[in-house]
């Protein structure tokens, strides 16, 4: 690599290093910079100043209480509407069966569904408070912020309201969904009857007001650009910044199979706006084919091909034939620079999160290198993203998720929902138990103490 291409990261590192922000300008730079593994480097640089090398994971099950949903978004598979005979409400009973079945050492039940006007707030307060009572020392994290107005809408009652009843019911923190992009004209196209970014930042707001810990998500890689990410991701730390309500920031890459967005999308566009300055394209060899392929974010460091050394003469590239729906969505390298350049801008947030079940397990290691401290989960039963293509697998074990961690010759730490420590794992035979489980804590430096010096 020449230094023409490599990121040089001082200007970032001083800026992260004596607790600045990045502009918008420079997560922009770093978006677009060629030198992809740079900037993980430097997301992985500043991860481990926060994190040390720590990998955080949890032992949750997800589920789904139904997939009836008035909003309808293009990009969602998920969603039928009510009548559809694949469209499905679970009861309070069916809910603890699913509950009951969790796995061993398990700390959460991840709740979110569609929006159906028949699931009342009394629904979710009795469903809250049963499982409370069967499952005492578990952590609902439970219903996104699009959820808490649907409610709030529905019962009448004020948002504040809604949360505050369903905190006193058993609730324990949000999810991080329905957030997409903010950009408005984006979320008309993909989502136009959901609630408008603002308004999804405003109930984050009044989450965190009312002592309820969030998380939030970005859904990347459809027909937004990556000015639309940046601002998405700076509406996010400018909310941090006042509340500090979010514990973790989880992109979600876009999946496309079986939903109406893919069908709009031009796959010969994908990774549009990805695209390296003009003057590191000149150390490239020249190549005849490069004004007719189209655009993609991967050019200025190929991955070596053959066909590419002499491109042979094909009439198919000025009119690309029709892909498969797969190829639709972010490449690996796009999923990893959006891991990296979010850890590089949310310098407020202490997690950034990969929903392995969304990229697979193999990316989700690797993002451990750029930026990501924190794997979600066990999980054992999805629904969102495998109706839109997920291949995946629904399930981890917690000895799997030990696997990948060290993997990368980092540790993991078993946690509960707010981030404090259960279990540290050092080295293959030894189990370290932080304080028997008894004193948790959240504080990365103090689990440094505990242990010994740096984890
Ligand atoms: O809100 C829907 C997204 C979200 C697709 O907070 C899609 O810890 C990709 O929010 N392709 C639900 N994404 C999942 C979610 C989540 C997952 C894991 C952890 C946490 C957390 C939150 O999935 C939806 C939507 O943004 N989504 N359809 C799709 N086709």
């Known amino acids: ?194 609630i408008s970014g603002d308004r999804w930042l405003d109930i984050a707001r009044l989450a965190h007001q009312v002592g309820l810990r969030t998380n939030a998500t970005m859904l990347f890689g459809h027909i937004e650009k990556i000015e639309h990410r940046v601002d998405h991701l700076l509406k996010l730390r400018s909310l941090q910044n006042e509340t500090g309500g979010f514990q973790s920031f989880i992109p979600l890459p876009y999946l496309s199979e079986n939903n109406r967005l893919a069908s709009t999308i031009d796959p010969t566009g994908q990774d549009r706006s990805i695209t390296p300055p003009r003057q590191d394209r000149a150390i490239l060899p020249p190549r005849q084919d490069r004004a007719i392929l189209p655009p993609r974010q991967d050019r200025a460091i190929p991955p070596p091909r053959q066909d590419r050394a002499i491109p042979p003469p094909r009439q198919d590239r000025a009119i690309p034939p029709p892909r498969q729906d797969k190829a639709i969505g972010p490449s690996g390298s796009d999923i990893l620079r959006t ?27 690797t993002s451990l290198l750029y930026g990501v401290n924190d794997l979600d989960g066990t999980v054992r039963e999805e629904n969102i993203a495998h109706s839109a293509g997920a291949s995946a697998g629904s399930e981890l074990c917690a000895d799997e998720l030990l696997e ?37 804590t959240n504080d990365i430096d103090e689990v440094s103490e505990i242990m010994g010096g740096d984890p």
């Not at 961690?405 to 080295?427: C, F, H, M, S, W």
């Open 1 to 194: 690599m020449t230094s023409k291409i490599r990121l040089e990261p001082e200007p970032y590192q001083s800026i992260l290093e004596s607790g600045g922000e990045l502009s918008q300008q420079q997560a922009m730079e770093l978006y677009l910079h060629p030198d992809l593994h740079g900037v993980g480097a430097l997301a992985d640089w500043f991860n481990r100043l926060k994190n040390k090398d720590l990998v955080f994971f949890n032992i949750n099950r997800h589920i789904n209480h139904t997939n009836i949903c008035i909003n309808k978004c293009s990009f969602c598979s998920f969603f039928r509407e009510s009548g559809h005979p694949d469209a499905y409400e679970l009861s309070l009973d069916q809910i603890l069966q699913k509950a009951k079945d969790m796995p061993d050492d398990c700390t959460e039940v991840h709740i979110v569904g569609g929006l159906s006007s028949s699931l009342t707030l009394t629904y979710f307060e009795e469903m809250f408070r049963a499982l409370r009572s069967n499952h005492p020392d578990i952590h609902i994290q439970a219903l996104t912020v699009v959820e808490i107005e649907h409610l709030s809408s529905i019962s009448g009652f004020p948002v504040q309201e809604v949360l505050a009843r369903l905190k006193a019911a058993g609730l324990g923190s949000l999810p991080g969904g329905g957030a997409e992009i903010f950009d408005p004209e984006i979320r008309a196209q993909i989502c136009p009857a959901k």
């Open 339 to 365: 891991y990296a350049v979010s850890r590089l801008v949310l310098s407020n947030f202490q997690h950034i999160k990969a929903f392995w079940i969304m990229i697979g397990k193999k990316l989700a290691q």
């Open 404 to 440: 990948l961690v060290r993997g990368v010759n980092k540790t993991p730490a078993q946690r509960d929902t707010l981030y404090n420590i259960l279990k540290l794992y050092e080295g293959k035979q030894c189990e370290g138990k932080l304080n028997g489980g008894k004193n948790k």
